[in-house]
């Protein structure tokens, strides 16, 4: 399969992303979600509690290797953190920075 | 990272029982804390009422020295007291599934070992002197392989030849002179080599069948189609030389006469002489007692744990004190899930890579307690787990350290269940807490004393003995409240030659996190495992619904039906004139979610059951399960297909009893909004008052 992309100019998708990140989408939304998470080069994100209500994102690993840790950045909602893993998988995907106002 | 981590004798204790605690110290501090708490609440997240905890004093409050304590993970079958042998011919079969993943044993005799070598292919060592064929065994296929040697000439001879097939790979065979007259002697180990502080090294992953022993002293030939179900090997030979098997390896598994022709291994055991060992078996850890109490003689019916704290967070060791039987303190018992608990327990699966996020529809998430976990692949995993060879893990074991019976981490299950006992508490109703272990052992007289019987979120996993007692309950006038989603599902065993251990075969269908193989759907107790569903007692027969679709992304709400202004259904809903019940909650902002069930007449629901409410608006990462489909097909979301939703089901029971059901396991967690005054509150405190009422229900004309 070739390598998923998605299309830089669809601000939109992450402005709808930004504002609700759990919930109904857009189909266009959801199919940019489904590419995000089937994409074997930034599917493997991971939400690990620091300690309750404080979230740092991780990596699985596999092998049964513990995840690693992505320590230099805390989100203190789960919301924050979904939001910090789709600007990673946009820049992976779309090959440039997002940055909403 | 929790810095000490422990494990109890047993899920349940009662009042005055004598509790084993064992721990290990992991952080190498030298001391740790330990305390008894009293659940009340779990971590719900921002929207729910968080942690509730109450001390309860016992002689282990304070501090206690500690140490680390070994692990000995890996499945092996042992024999004991073999003399000294002089000549000796080994043969056996074997289906490695890591064959070339380092050293694997596959017979131990002291300072002779049978091995796969770092390459997989067969060999034959003594005392560290190596003769091998050289020639990898084909993985997941059947190789007899035989070894001969002689002390007296050090003479030894491999040869592997693999089980005729149509895929057959080519023999192999070689010579040498190794071992300057070490003699094998015993204990005799298939699978693994003894190594230091009780534990075992170079373990063999793969089924091993048939071994023979030939030597000048004695001759052995052990049968693992016999005694299955046990942790007894047998000899069929006259030296009854058997042994037993250590860390409950899988057993009813197919062997190498293994054709198809048969499916249930008690009709023709020869079929499954094979054993399959893992690596990464564990049933009992065997730490030495850290600490030992007694719990007070009034100690309250309740969840409890026992907290232990070294640095990082604590750890907790959660334990269910239910009470003694004949002491039963209410008309109103929560049956806790320890089964599902347990089918659940260090589950691993959230951190291992993959496409998971797509079936969830949000991050996987998990919190240092799970990472910690992950450093200890020693600690074995959940049911939700595949072993290091891609075979799914079909024993969960109480004897070890459970990383999910706590209030903290994940909201679900335990500590999903932490609602309803914080809703009881907020309501001032009288309830014990009894636990799925002792429904199956005790049956329908654990429920005799109690009028109603409420489960926990997500009671997934059952016994036939748990199910037989439920309707027997029900058949004598027992009010049941099924609080939660996806439950009465899998089927599982409680192996008598394993006491804390389960058994549970992902077979046939149904939402599995592995699949079981061909031919080993039958446990090794001869139950045919899999969905109840397709066993024939569907969760729909005996509470009203049954499992339809799971998401993870965002609840939502119930929308009354007609059917709930039936004067039948009149008391469910006095005070409440809302039309929309449960648009709040501490999980994903709604009563419905997470997992869910419907109504179905068609796979057995009772015909006269009510609907009172029903879910609607789910998002398309709630997917129809796959026991609804045929084939697949687009129009299998939430969003599209109009049977995704979650019923609230109301049905009276022809003894005089009545079941109400709720049908999705978020449910509970919408108990504590606006401090226990909401709908969903009062939905259920008018269906407790009714069903604690003792005037019969009457089924309609």
Known sequence: ?101 | MPGVVGYVDALYARPGDLVTLRASVLDGSPRYRAELVRLICGETGPKGPGLKEEVVATSITGEHAGQRQPTPVGSYAIVENLPPLRSVTLSLLAWPTLPGRGVATLVSLGPLRLILDATGAAALEVNGEIVGTGRPLRPRAWTRIEARYDPATGEAEIGSMPVPGWHADHAATARGRIGNGARATGPLVFAATPAAEGCTADHFDGKLEAPRLLSDELAAEWDFSRRIGSADIEDRSPHGLHGRTVNAPKRAVTGARWDGSVHDWRQDPSHYGAIHFHGDDLYDAKWKPSLEFRLPDDLRSGIYAVKLSASGPAFHVGLVVTPAPGKATAKLAVLASTATYLAYSNYRRRMSPGAFELSMGALPTVDMTDVLLAHHPEFASSTYDVHRDGFGVAHVSARRPLFNMRPTGRFWNFSMDLCLIDWLEAQGIAYDVISDHELHERGPALLAPYRLVMSGSHPEYHSLEMLQAIESFLGAGGRFMYMGGNGFYWRVSFPEAHPGLMEMRRAEDGTRAWAESPGQYYHATGEYGGLWRRIGRPPNALVGIGFIAQGFDASTHYRRTAASRDPRAAFLFQGIEEEILGDFGAWGDGAAGLEIDCYDTAVGSPPHGLVVASSEDHTNAFLLVNEEIASNSRGVDGTLNSRIKADIVFFETPGGGAVLSTGSIAFVASLAHDNYRNNISRLIRNAVDRFLDPRPFAVPE
């Open chain 1, 1 to 101: 399969m070739s390598r998923p992309v998605i299309d830089p100019a669809r601000l939109d998708l992450a402005r709808e992303f930004r504002a609700r990140p759990f919930g109904r989408h857009s189909p266009e939304l959801q199919a940019l979600l489904d590419i995000m998470r089937r994409a074997e080069n930034c599917q493997n994100l991971i939400l690990v509690a620091v300690e309750p209500g404080r979230w740092m994102l991780g990596e699985r690993l596999a092998d049964h290797r513990p995840p690693r840790l992505f320590t230099e950045e805390i989100f203190d909602s789960l919301e924050a953190g979904e939001w910090a893993a789709f600007r990673r998988r946009w820049r992976a995907l779309a090959g440039t920075e997002l940055d909403l106002p």
